[in-house]
């Protein structure tokens, strides 16, 4: 697992997107299955798109 971006509209006039960022978590206090159980967790923004995603995508 690993970080990825899921667009899911954009860009807007500012070169803005919504979109969600998504990242491996492995530690979740208190959980009832345990721990340090790996699980993905997930953020929605409205933003330019972060630079390593640029980059990644051959973009400028």
Do not use: C
Not at 32 to 39: L, M, S, Y
């Amino acid at each position: 697992m690993t970080k990825r971006i899921e667009i899911h509209s954009g860009p807007d006039s500012l070169e803005r997107y919504l979109y969600t960022l998504l990242w491996p978590d492995n530690y979740f206090p208190g959980h009832p299955d345990g721990e340090n159980i790996e699980r993905e967790r997930a953020q929605v923004f409205h933003a330019t798109l972060p630079d390593w995603y640029k980059k990644e995508k051959g973009g400028k």
